[in-house]
C-alpha cells in the first residue's frame, strides 16, 4: 500500500480526494475557495524516517500525528479539546515542540496565548512547557511553566539534544511589543536559562549549529546588528543605520552558513537588493554577490544539509531554486519531469538516514500540493493538498505584465482573465495590495484572485511604486504620494487594460484591503470617470487618524514608527496637511459617489474601527448605495471562514449588480 492509501485509510479526514479537471461545468461555490485549508503541511524529522502532519479529529480540531516513513504507521501525538495544534518543529529524531492556534475563534474573542508543549514521536512524556494566559502560569516541583508571550523561533536549531532555543516578547507599559528575550528551554525538564542580550532585541539569528549568534537591536530609529563572537564570547557591534528609512551602508542579515559565514542582503550602491557574504574579520560586505537577481531585490534562504550548503530558494516572479549541489540539480529535475506544470520546492532534512524528500507544489491554477519523493526509486507519494476542491481546469492563467506609468515609471502587475472566454472586453477588478511598502504578490495560486476569476472577471494587481522587491528607484518613488502618483499608477494600470481591449471602459471596479482599501476610495475621488465601483475592506479612511487614534481602541502601530518612519514615508502632519485633507477618503467623502461596500472588524487594531464608522457617516450623507457591514469578531482581516465566505459572498453580488452579469450597462462620457 502506498503512503498516500495508507493515509487516506488511516486517518480518513482530509489527505488528497482525486479529482478530475474540468469534471463539473460550474464554477466551485464560495467555500471551496475561503475555507480552512484541509492540509496545512508536513515536517520531516532530521533523520527524514518520520513524518510529522496535522489533521482532523472527531472534533473538527487539528491534531499532531507521526507517521514512520519506514512501515507507513501513525500515531496521534498530540490533541486537544478546545483548540488547534498550531506551529510544530522537531527538537530531534525523537522529540517534537508545538503551540496552539484556535481555529474557531477570531482576535477579539481570543482570551489564550498559543503556549508551548513538546511530546515525543510515539506519544510519550507530553509536556506543557508556556502558559496559555497570566493566570495559568504555576510552578511544580521540576519546572515553572513560561509566560504566555513565549513563542517558537521559527528557526531550525541544532536538532540534535532535548534543548531548543524560544524567544518571549516584552511589552511597555502601554501594551507595545519591546523587545525579544531569548532562552534556552529544555524540553523534557522545563527549566530554561536565559541569553545575555547587547540591547534590545528586535531579532535574533542562529547559526548553523542551533546557537545564537547575532541580534539585531533597535533604539529609536536605529538599528544596530550585533555579532557574539565565538573566540570572545562577547558581543561587538557590526554596523548601525536607520531602522525606516535604511541608507547607503545598511544590510539585512540573512543567514550563517555551515561554515559560519554570514550571509546579508544589500544594494551596494545597486538599485536592487542582492545577497552577499559578510567578512566578520574585516567588518564589510563582500563586493561581489553571491546571488543576485536580475530586476528583483534579492529574498531568500539558504538550504543545507549535513553541514554542507546546497542551494538558495529566492524570490523572483516566483519562488525558484538555485542549487550549487549538482546531485540536487538533478533531483529537481528528476521531480520537475514527474511534476511538469507546478513550481516545486524540495525541503530536505537536517541529517537524513532515508531516501525521503518533502515537495511542495503549486501554480498560479493549483493550490498546494504536498508529496514524498524516493530518491531512490524516484517515486512521488502524494500527502494531502490545501484546497483540494479546487480543479486547476478550472482556475486561470496569472501572467506578469509592464505597463507604463504617466510619468514614465515602469509598473509590474499581474494578470489574471478568466479561462474559455475571448478575454476581452471583460469587466475588470483592480485588486490593490494593501501596505503599501511590502510587495504584493507573486505567480502563484490567489483564492482572491482566482474566485474574482472563476465568476468571469479580469483582475489587475498593480505593484505601483512603494511597492517592494522592485528596487530601491520603484520603493522610494511612492514615498509621500499616497492618493498621489501612487493612486496614478493604479489608474494608469486600468486604462492600460483598456488600451489593450482587455477591459470593458465602463465595467471597472477597485478594491482592496487595509491601504489598498484606502486607494479604492480614493480611485473614486480622483478617477471617477474610471471606476463604477469600490470595495474597501479594513481600509484607512484619514492619514491623521493613523497618528492620533482614537479614545475607543488604540492602534498596534508603534509610536517609534509614527514619530520616524511615517513621517519620512506617509507625510510629516503639519508640513504635509494640505496633502493630508486632498488625500483624506473622510474629507472627499461628498465627491464619492459611485456604489460602495464598506467592511471592518470590530476588533482590529491596525486600522480601528473608527475608520470604516467616521467615513460611513460622511459619504452616506451623500451616496445612497453604500453596504456596510461590521464582523463584530474579527481584526485586520477575516480569520474564520464563515466571515470570509460572508464577506465574498457579498462581493459576488455587489459586482453583478455593478459591473456583472446583472449590472446595467453604464452611459458612455
Not at 114 to 140: C, H, K, W, Y
Not at 509 to 516: F, N, Q, R
Request: net charge neutral; glycine share 10%.
Amino acid at each position: 500500500m502506498t503512503l498516500s492509501h495508507f493515509l487516506r485509510a488511516a486517518l480518513a479526514t482530509v489527505f488528497l480526494v482525486a479529482t478530475n479537471a474540468g469534471a463539473q461545468a460550474a464554477p466551485p461555490p464560495v467555500s471551496a475557495f475561503f475555507s480552512n485549508p484541509e492540509f496545512s503541511g508536513a515536517l520531516l524529522s532530521p533523520d527524514a524516517r518520520h513524518l510529522a502532519v496535522k489533521v482532523n479529529g472527531p472534533n473538527k480540531r487539528e491534531r499532531l500525528a507521526v507517521v514512520n516513513l519506514l512501515d507507513n504507521s501513525i500515531k496521534v501525538v498530540a490533541q486537544f479539546s478546545d483548540v488547534d495544534v498550531g506551529d510544530v518543529e522537531w527538537v530531534n529524531d525523537e522529540r517534537l515542540i508545538l503551540n496552539t492556534r484556535d481555529l474557531q475563534t477570531a482576535p477579539g474573542d481570543l482570551r489564550y496565548g498559543p503556549g508551548l508543549f513538546a511530546v515525543n514521536r510515539d506519544g510519550s512524556d507530553f509536556r506543557q512547557l508556556a502558559a496559555r494566559s497570566a493566570e495559568l502560569i504555576r510552578s511544580t516541583s521540576i519546572y515553572k511553566l513560561l509566560p504566555w508571550h513565549t513563542y517558537l523561533t521559527g528557526q531550525r536549531g541544532a536538532q540534535h539534544s532535548s534543548a531548543v532555543y524560544v524567544r518571549s516578547t516584552v511589552y511597555t507599559p502601554t501594551g507595545e511589543a519591546d523587545y525579544e528575550s531569548l532562552r534556552l528551554l529544555d524540553t523534557l525538564t522545563g527549566r530554561s536559562t536565559s541569553v545575555k542580550p547587547p540591547g534590545k532585541v528586535r531579532r535574533w539569528l542562529l547559526d548553523q549549529n542551533g546557537e545564537p549568534r547575532l541580534a539585531v537591536t533597535r533604539e529609536r530609529n536605529i538599528e544596530s546588528v550585533q555579532y557574539l563572537d565565538p573566540d570572545s564570547g562577547g558581543w561587538r557591534q557590526l554596523a548601525q543605520f536607520d531602522a525606516y528609512l535604511g541608507g547607503p551602508d545598511a544590510f539585512t542579515p540573512l543567514s550563517f552558513g555551515p561554515d559560519g559565514t554570514l550571509y546579508v542582503s544589500a544594494r551596494m550602491g545597486n538599485d536592487t537588493l542582492s545577497m552577499h557574504a559578510y567578512d566578520l574579520a574585516g567588518n564589510r560586505i563582500v563586493p561581489t554577490p553571491f546571488v543576485s537577481l536580475d530586476g528583483y531585490d534579492f529574498s531568500g534562504n539558504l538550504i543545507v544539509r549535513q553541514g554542507k550548503l546546497l542551494g538558495v530558494r529566492h524570490l523572483s516572479d516566483a519562488l525558484a531554486t538555485r542549487w550549487f549541489d549538482p546531485a540536487m540539480a538533478a533531483t529537481q529535475a528528476r521531480i520537475d519531469a514527474l511534476l511538469p506544470n507546478t513550481i516545486n520546492l524540495v525541503s530536505l532534512a537536517a541529517r537524513p538516514a532515508t531516501p525521503f524528500m518533502l515537495v511542495t507544489s503549486y501554480s498560479d491554477r493549483q493550490p498546494g500540493k504536498f508529496t514524498l519523493f524516493n530518491s531512490d526509486t524516484g517515486k512521488l507519494s502524494i500527502i494531502g493538498e490545501t484546497q483540494p476542491l479546487i480543479q486547476p481546469g478550472q482556475m486561470s492563467e496569472q501572467q506578469l505584465v509592464r505597463y507604463k506609468a504617466r510619468d514614465g515609471l515602469d509598473i509590474p502587475a499581474w494578470l489574471t482573465v478568466p479561462s474559455g472566454g475571448s478575454g476581452k472586453s471583460l469587466p475588470l477588478v483592480v485588486l490593490v495590495h494593501g501596505g503599501p511598502y511590502l510587495r504584493g504578490s507573486s505567480w502563484q495560486w490567489d483564492a482572491q484572485v482566482q474566485f474574482l476569476a472563476s465568476r468571469g472577471y479580469a483582475v489587475l494587481q498593480p505593484e505601483f511604486r512603494g511597492s517592494t522587491g522592485f528596487g530601491s528607484r520603484h520603493f522610494r518613488a511612492g514615498w509621500k504620494q499616497w492618493g498621489l502618483k501612487m493612486q496614478d499608477d493604479i489608474a494608469d494600470g486600468a486604462r492600460w487594460a483598456i488600451g489593450q481591449g482587455i477591459a470593458d471602459p465602463r465595467r471597472i471596479c477597485i478594491a482592496g484591503a487595509s491601504y489598498g482599501g484606502y486607494a479604492a476610495l480614493m480611485g473614486l475621488v480622483n478617477d471617477p470617470d474610471l471606476f463604477r465601483c469600490a470595495i474597501d475592506w479594513v481600509g484607512v479612511t484619514d492619514i491623521n487618524l493613523l497618528y492620533s487614534g482614537h479614545w475607543s481602541f488604540k492602534s498596534d502601530l508603534g509610536d517609534d514608527w509614527k514619530q520616524y518612519g511615517m513621517p519620512e514615508l506617509i507625510g510629516d502632519r503639519t508640513a504635509n496637511a494640505a496633502q493630508f485633507q486632498a488625500t483624506s477618503p473622510i474629507a472627499q467623502a461628498a465627491r464619492i459617489t459611485q456604489p460602495l461596500l464598506l467592511a471592518y472588524g470590530a476588533a482590529d487594531r491596525r486600522v480601528p474601527l473608527y475608520h470604516g464608522k467616521q467615513f460611513y457617516a460622511a459619504v452616506k450623507q451623500h451616496n445612497r448605495d453604500v453596504e456596510w457591514v461590521v464582523y463584530e469578531e474579527e481584526g485586520h482581516g477575516w480569520t474564520l471562514p464563515q466571515n470570509r465566505i460572508d464577506f465574498w459572498g457579498r462581493v459576488e453580488k455587489f459586482l453583478d449588480r455593478n459591473i456583472g452579469k446583472d449590472s446595467a450597462p453604464a452611459k458612455k462620457e
